[in-house]
């Protein structure tokens, strides 16, 4: 095992990227929403309702929304019926989430701090995990990876929405400048905080392309996997069921 993991370009200690990743979150938490519609021409909620489409929530189910932050996914499966657990890492994420649940009058979600390398749900306990652009922060995702399987009952699935690298030539460079040289702008304009989202882009990079997080979650033990590219990759549904 590598004594070192990315945080954007850089090579630093599991422990530091932990650290690093979480005060990245905590200084973003508030203006999170706003940056991801000033980013993605408000595209990323197509991407989201999409998502939420493939994993098909039903009632009765419980399904952990992961990395779930302000709640954009979780209150999607909740309008569906799902009984839905928001974790994460975060507090100052889950805290707006949490801002966000008491404005919409929901009240019957679940708030729970986790670290999604060592959950401290009990085995076989969901019927289904989602994660939205956030298992690229995780500091071990392989581990992220086992923990999802683990927590999930027999017949459960997997559903992951991600960055990654789109394949279509021409939209790849534009949109590799864009990134790059305006999102921190952005990041700068809108959240006062250009190096945060400078980091956010760099993570996107380092991310592994389709087919390789298609064969870490086989490893994992999933079965069935699919990858479904959105924009050529730029963003990616990946799926699998544990049988």
Same mark, same amino acid.
């Given at each position: 095992?590598?004594?070192?993991?990315?945080?954007?370009?850089?090579?630093?200690?599991?422990?530091?990227?932990?650290?690093?990743?979480?005060?990245?979150?905590?200084?973003?938490?508030?203006?999170?929403?706003?940056?991801?519609?000033?980013?993605?021409?408000?595209?990323?909620?197509? !991407? %989201?309702? %999409?998502?939420?489409?493939?994993?098909?929530?039903?009632?009765?189910?419980?399904?952990?929304?992961?990395?779930?932050?302000?709640?954009?996914?979780?209150?999607?499966?909740?309008?569906?019926?799902?009984?839905?657990?928001?974790?994460?890492?975060?507090?100052?994420?889950?805290?707006?989430?949490?801002?966000?649940?008491?404005?919409?009058?929901?009240?019957?979600?679940? !708030?729970?701090?986790?670290?999604?390398?060592?959950?401290?749900?009990?085995?076989?306990?969901?019927?289904?995990?989602?994660?939205?652009?956030?298992?690229?922060?995780?500091?071990?995702?392989?581990?992220?990876?086992?923990?999802?399987?683990?927590?999930? %009952?027999?017949?459960?699935?997997?559903?992951?929405?991600?960055?990654?690298?789109?394949? !279509?030539?021409?939209?790849?460079?534009?949109?590799?400048?864009?990134?790059?040289?305006?999102?921190?702008?952005?990041?700068?304009?809108?959240?006062?905080?250009?190096?945060?989202?400078?980091?956010?882009?760099?993570?996107?990079?380092?991310?592994?392309?389709?087919?390789?997080?298609?064969?870490?979650?086989?490893?994992?033990?999933?079965?069935?996997?699919?990858?479904?590219?959105?924009?050529?990759?730029?963003?990616?549904?990946?799926?699998? !069921?544990?049988?």
């Amino acid at each position: 095992m590598s004594d070192t993991v990315s945080f954007g370009y850089e090579e630093v200690t599991p422990a530091e990227k932990t650290e690093r990743v979480g005060a990245v979150f905590s200084a973003v938490a508030k203006k999170y929403d706003v940056m991801n519609d000033a980013m993605s021409a408000g595209m990323h909620r197509l !991407w %989201k309702d %999409k998502f939420v489409r493939r994993l098909k929530p039903q009632p009765g189910e419980q399904i952990l929304d992961m990395a779930g932050g302000t709640g954009d996914i979780a209150f999607r499966m909740a309008a569906m019926g799902a009984t839905i657990t928001v974790s994460d890492i975060n507090q100052d994420m889950l805290d707006v989430g949490i801002e966000r649940a008491i404005d919409k009058g929901l009240d019957d979600l679940v !708030w729970s701090r986790q670290n999604a390398e060592v959950l401290s749900f009990p085995d076989r306990f969901f019927d289904g995990y989602t994660i939205a652009f956030g298992i690229r922060n995780v500091t071990r995702i392989d581990a992220a990876l086992t923990e999802a399987y683990r927590v999930l %009952k027999h017949g459960g699935r997997f559903y992951c929405l991600e960055f990654s690298t789109t394949e !279509w030539p021409g939209f790849k460079e534009a949109y590799d400048y864009y990134s790059h040289n305006l999102v921190p702008r952005i990041g700068e304009a809108i959240a006062g905080d250009g190096d945060s989202y400078r980091y956010l882009i760099e993570s996107i990079r380092r991310f592994p392309p389709m087919p390789e997080f298609e064969a870490m979650i086989r490893t994992a033990g999933f079965v069935n996997t699919r990858v479904e590219p959105i924009l050529g990759g730029l963003v990616a549904i990946h799926s699998g !069921w544990k049988i």
